[in-house]
């Protein structure tokens, strides 16, 4: 149990912190650096949402315009 007590004291303190000690070397509060994650992590969750309907649609679009045709006298 040893190890497994030290390697989470180690990421405890080097991994967790990572807001706390951003702020204290950017000179902000720890609340407005954990709202910027939150608000990025949002916002880039938004964009692929966004770019993935956009496939999506494009790829309808393209199955609508191109559509394979069994003989020339369908047309």
């Not at 149990?1 to 807001?19: C, I, L, W």
């Not at 949402?49 to 309808?60: D, G, N, P, Q």
């Amino acid at each position: 149990m040893g190890f497994f007590q030290n390697m989470r004291y180690y990421f405890e303190r080097h991994g967790y912190a990572v807001s706390s000690r951003l702020a204290d070397r950017l000179g902000m509060k720890t609340k407005n650096v954990r709202l910027f994650f939150i608000y990025a992590s949002f916002f880039t969750l938004g964009i692929w949402f966004f770019v993935y309907l956009t496939l999506a649609f494009w790829l309808r679009l393209k199955d609508l315009v191109y559509t394979k045709r069994t003989s020339v006298f369908d047309l």
